[in-house]
């Protein structure tokens, strides 16, 4: 680089729970993306140390310093805001790294003028809805969604979430980009593994089914998707409701619905799933169906599009912008738009290959590799005026 050093660039994965949903899912296809991107950068990457998936994946990143930190002391939200707001300044400071990009929120509040903080923001719902967050959390993420003005560059994974920062924080300063999430396409259009198709549709007892993907929480609505499918299930005698993803909170009102719901034997719970089995059943379902309240981004109704499934989301945040017109798109709170849009579905083939057709070709829009090189473009304009060279 001209005899300068590489800038370096730390990037915290130390948030991401074993588990993967949303921001999980985005960190790991960064950093794939990265592992071919070849940035003129040096990536740091501190990673816990019982995520064999990340250590594997980031170690595969050219030139990348990986350094794995103890997953039984720092999975604890006490530890980890000491390692957040100690360990990181310390490692940057002794290391010269320029930026520490942190990709959920929260961020080390002192940089000493030493190093910028770029910050990833998924979505404003602790601040929309806050109702439908655990207290801890909601006063824990409203309080570094607030010192975001601070820092040196903040990310935002939707128009919608950059709009709803501005109107509560309006006299932001901080660098600002929209970097809108991918699917993994090639992926999602390809066939699933048949003998794990078989496996699950043998296990749930499942074949024709309307598919749900997500957590299970207030702000996804599934009390409002089980009653639209409620409303449709006697005309659709053959179809079941596949609910596929882990207990997140406050969830009894929804179990108790189903439990005590006039179609039970035909509501299939299926507990959290891996990204394989994920594919498997995006692949066999007659339709996705995601209605949530709010989202940052809408990452599901994308794979649902990619995967060439006809999907159902709401019209409103950041959901239109995903679907444009290659899914209908209804008012969440009202479950009888979401069963009028199920059942004309279900009963319209035609229309069922339409929005196929419509929805892989608006999925081309939203890649992983397109996101990456934004992102990296993001971190030069960050780092720009200040050239780090040691």
């Known amino acids: 680089m001209n005899g300068q050093r590489m800038k370096k660039v730390l990037i915290d994965l130390t948030q991401l729970p074993l588990q993967r949903t949303g921001v999980g899912i985005y960190a790991l296809n960064y950093i794939r993306c990265l592992q071919a991107a070849a940035p003129g950068l040096q990536l740091h990457f501190l990673v816990l140390d ?166 299970i929480e207030p702000r996804k609505n599934i009390l409002g998707l089980v009653k639209a499918f409620e409303a449709v299930a006697a005309a659709h005698p053959d179809v079941k409701l596949v609910i596929a993803g882990k207990l997140g909170w406050d969830y009894e009102d929804v179990l108790g619905h189903i439990d005590a719901s006039p179609v039970r034997e035909r509501i299939v719970l299926t507990g959290y799933i891996n990204e394989a089995e994920k594919h498997a059943l995006l692949k066999s379902a007659l339709l996705f169906t995601y209605v949530s309240f709010y989202e940052g981004f809408g990452l599901p109704p994308l794979e649902g599009m990619a995967a060439g499934v006809p999907t159902i989301t709401s019209n409103i945040s950041s959901m239109p912008e995903v679907a444009g017109q290659a899914a209908i798109q209804v008012d969440p709170g009202d479950h009888g738009q979401i069963a009028a849009a199920m059942d004309r579905l279900l009963g319209d083939p035609e229309e069922r290959a339409r929005l196929i057709e419509r929805g892989l070709q608006q999925s081309r829009l939203f890649t992983w590799e397109g996101m990456t090189a934004t992102s990296l473009a993001f971190y030069d304009a960050v780092l720009e005026p200040s050239m780090v060279t040691t």
């Open 50 to 215: 019982d995520d064999a998936e990340l250590l594997r994946e980031t170690r595969r990143v050219p030139g990348a310093v990986v350094k794995p930190l103890k997953a039984s002391i720092f999975r604890r939200l006490a530890l980890r805001v000491v390692l957040e707001q100690a360990y990181i300044p310390g490692y940057a400071l002794a290391k010269g790294i320029a930026a520490v990009h942190s990709l959920h929120y929260s961020f080390p509040l002192l940089s000493f003028g030493r190093y910028k903080r770029i910050v990833t923001v998924c979505d404003m719902s602790f601040f929309l809805f806050p109702q439908l967050h655990v207290p801890v959390k909601r006063l824990f993420f409203q309080y570094f969604i607030r010192k975001l003005r601070g820092t040196e560059g903040l990310l935002f994974i939707s128009e919608s979430t950059l709009r709803d920062f501005k109107r509560y924080f309006p006299d932001s300063r901080a660098p600002e980009q929209v970097i809108p999430l991918g699917a993994d396409l090639a992926r999602l259009a390809s066939a699933p593994d048949a003998a794990l198709v078989d496996s699950l549709r043998k296990r749930f007892d499942i074949d024709r089914y309307v598919l749900y993907v997500g957590t």
